[in-house]
């Protein structure tokens, strides 16, 4: 049986003692991060010198006795915060990252990392007790490690980090498709379907595109300009969650009705580097598209398979095989010498099953 690491997220609703504590402990592991970030890039500047993990520990026992406040706060999240930290630097020494940035109090996100108390289906957190939570799915898990509690437009979320055994799979279709991914039309497969962006989501883009312009003529920390900040805000996080809601149902969907699933290895990077695509590439977000395939493939022992992304899916007839070197990208149908007239992205979807 296939066990897997996920994450599991609920939005809980805090007391107003729970609350203060709360922005307090994120008021605390926003000032280690800083002051340690700051003392590791002295050192490392400076002397040449990396700071450990162990040595933060110390360094932050030590501070405790005169930064007093520092008491009240989860000591767990205080300790976690330094473990993130010296993990970043790993990543950025190895360049799989950029530089550690210092946090701001302005962010709108704020969280934490704590180890939660699960007993009888009440969670408990360090300094807060117990806490409400709104289930929306059961939480019936093999192992729950840590909890992040965060915060999102004066929202309150708890995510756990579990470790499940995958028993209901769906059931083998013995079915085969390729997936080509583009702006005009968010996936079309090789069955000939295509699946477009909800209407709802370019109404909203619109409507943030006008408040952001009223906002640029606002004196900046006005009343005005805060209202319009919020509203921009409420916006853009409704934008967030119907774009995760249409993937998750179609990556499931997808996963449901076929064993094996093809797809592109696209260089997302690199195309947001495009001025004209990168706003339109960044809106639907392939990347967590991908994402959700692949752990839903892994969790119902379905096939994904990826194609080389320097292979001219776009351009190579799926009938014969043939290059068209000058095809653009405003020709939306593809015709070929053979006889082929096709849509351009089912053309590419065939190759791409053909080919992965």
């Not at 340690?36 to 050192?43: D, G, R, T, V, Y």
């Not at 040595?55 to 999240?77: N, P, R, V, Y």
């Not at 993130?84 to 790993?90: A, E, F, N, P």
Request: aromatic share 12%; hydrophobic share 35%.
């Amino acid at each position: 049986m296939i066990k897997l690491n996920k994450g599991y997220k609920y939005r809980f609703y805090p007391t107003e003692e729970q609350k203060q504590q709360i922005q307090l402990n994120f008021n605390a592991n926003r000032y280690i991060w800083n002051q340690f970030l700051a003392i590791k890039s002295f050192n490392y500047k400076e002397f040449a010198r990396k700071m450990g993990f162990s040595e933060m520990c110390l360094i932050l026992t030590m501070a405790k006795k005169s930064e007093e406040w520092l008491c009240e706060s989860d000591s767990t999240s205080l300790q976690q915060t330094l473990r993130q930290l010296d993990d970043s630097y790993k990543r950025f020494f190895k360049g799989l990252v950029k530089y550690p940035n210092f946090k701001s109090k302005r962010n709108l996100k704020e969280s934490y990392t704590t180890k939660p108390n699960i007993k009888d289906k009440a969670v408990k957190i360090p300094k807060l007790g117990e806490i409400k939570i709104e289930l929306s799915r059961e939480l019936s898990v093999d192992k729950i490690g840590l909890c992040t509690i965060s915060k999102d437009l004066d929202r309150y979320y708890i995510s756990f980090n579990v470790e499940v055994s995958c028993k209901n799979k769906f059931i083998k279709t013995g079915e085969k498709i390729g997936i080509d991914v583009g702006i005009k039309s968010f996936a079309t497969i090789s069955t000939g379907e295509q699946f477009q962006i909800p209407k709802k989501l370019w109404k909203i883009e619109s409507r943030i595109s006008f408040l952001q312009r009223k906002l640029s003529k606002r004196i900046k920390g006005s009343s005005n300009y805060e209202k319009l900040k919020k509203a921009i805000n409420k916006l853009n996080f409704q934008l967030a969650n119907i774009r995760k809601d249409f993937q998750h149902k179609l990556s499931t969907d997808l996963v449901k009705r076929f064993d094996v699933i093809a797809i592109e290895d696209l260089n997302v990077k690199g195309m947001m580097k495009n001025r004209k695509l990168a706003r339109a590439i960044g809106r639907v977000s392939f990347y967590s598209f991908f994402n959700m395939l692949k752990y839903k493939c892994i969790e119902h022992e379905k096939e994904l398979k990826i194609l080389n992304r320097w292979f001219p899916s776009s351009k190579t007839c799926s009938c014969c095989g043939n290059y068209k070197a000058d095809l653009k990208l405003s020709d939306r149908v593809y015709k070929c010498e053979c006889g082929l007239e096709l849509d351009r992205d089912l053309n590419a979807s065939r190759n791409i099953l053909a080919n992965a």
